[in-house]
């Protein structure tokens, strides 16, 4: 599968944005999509992710309610909404996609990524 992310860009805190990840190829083999970040000097980190299928969606504890992942399945679209976003939210955000359903399997299709920086 194939991933296009886009919609980064610069906001003040407290503003909203909202990526969106366009996936082509194989999607009917999807098993679950993420979205991670990684900020300079850190380590990559998932901020969100949600079950292909039945949609269902987890989070990380630092962006729980103010960020809302989703997906347009006819679409073969995933979006994250961001909200009463933080000068720590800043950092380069990636789709990523997943087939294996085994416990623990790493996310095997990455896009490109795509900048969030949020001013203070």
């Known amino acids: 599968v194939q991933l296009q992310a886009s919609g980064g860009g610069l906001v003040q805190a407290g503003g909203s944005l909202r990526l969106s990840c366009a996936a082509s190829?194989?999607?009917?083999?999807?098993?679950?999509m993420a979205w991670f970040r990684q900020a300079p000097g850190k380590e990559r980190e998932i901020v969100a992710g949600?079950?292909?299928?039945?949609?269902?969606?987890y989070y990380a504890d630092s962006v729980k309610g103010r960020f809302t992942i989703s997906r347009d399945n006819g679409k073969n679209m995933v979006y994250l909404e961001m909200n009463s976003l933080k000068p720590e939210d800043t950092a380069v955000y990636y789709c990523?996609?997943?087939?294996?359903?085994?416990?623990?399997?790493?996310?095997?299709?990455w896009g490109q990524g795509t900048q969030v920086t949020v001013s203070s």
């Open positions: 990523a996609a997943r087939y294996s359903r085994a416990s623990g399997a790493q996310y095997e299709y």
């Open positions: 190829g194989r999607t009917f083999s999807i098993y679950r």
């Open positions: 949600i079950f292909w299928n039945v949609g269902t969606a």
